[in-house]
């Protein structure tokens, strides 16, 4: 079995509250402090998207904001959903509530955020230390996941969710906020095609469910 991810832990649903509604206030802050704006979907590009998905399972070597690395191959045998997200896009802030709903109640998905932007190794430890939210915050060290030159492709806008199976393959993916079941209908896909594996490492964060 993998050896477990060192991730933050779950901080009480309060600190997260208060949290994200400091950062919330000041999306074009951050923006201009990363020299841009608002990379938030526009509404053509908002829903399930209908790009073909890399047939390969999934691998990606991402970083945590400690040093830490955390290889996507090394999830397999439950679902993952990643989160790919900007530190100065609003709608990636906003979307930090249901995602962190979502890993209260499913426990048997691996939740990544993925920071999709240049300057990501210097903004994300802030980042994740004022809203500490309950899974594991990571960037690609390459740049290739902004880019649209890793295995997940171009991009349509941030934030997109990405969710894939326990074998790594893509199941489905979702551009903008997500709406209430939308994270639920694609762990149901995911689920679907191979459940979670008797061998599946244990979640990133807590115990299993």
Excluded: K, N
């Amino acid at each position: 079995m993998p050896r477990r991810i060192a991730s933050p832990r779950v901080s009480p649903s309060a600190s997260f509250s208060s949290g994200f509604a400091m950062l919330r206030i000041a999306p074009l802050v951050l923006g201009l402090a990363c020299g841009g704006g608002s990379a938030s979907a526009p509404s053509s590009a908002i829903g399930e998207s209908r790009r073909a998905p890399d047939p390969r399972a999934v691998e990606l070597a991402l970083r945590r904001p400690s040093g830490e690395w955390l290889h996507v191959g090394d999830l397999r045998g439950r679902p993952v959903l990643l989160f790919v997200f900007a530190t100065y896009d609003g709608g990636s802030q906003a979307a930090l509530q249901p995602l962190a709903r979502f890993v209260r109640h499913h426990r048997d998905v691996h939740v990544i955020g993925i920071a999709a932007q240049p300057d990501a190794a210097q903004l994300l430890d802030p980042y994740e230390r004022a809203l500490t939210p309950p899974f594991a915050l990571t960037y690609d060290p390459e740049g290739t996941v902004a880019t649209g030159t890793s295995m997940l492709g171009g991009l349509d806008a941030v934030p997109t969710f990405v969710m894939l199976d326990a074998s790594g393959h893509e199941v489905e993916r979702h551009v903008g906020f997500p709406g209430t079941r939308t994270l639920d209908r694609l762990r149901d896909r995911a689920l679907a095609r191979g459940g979670v594996r008797d061998d599946a490492p244990l979640p990133l964060l807590g115990e299993d469910p």
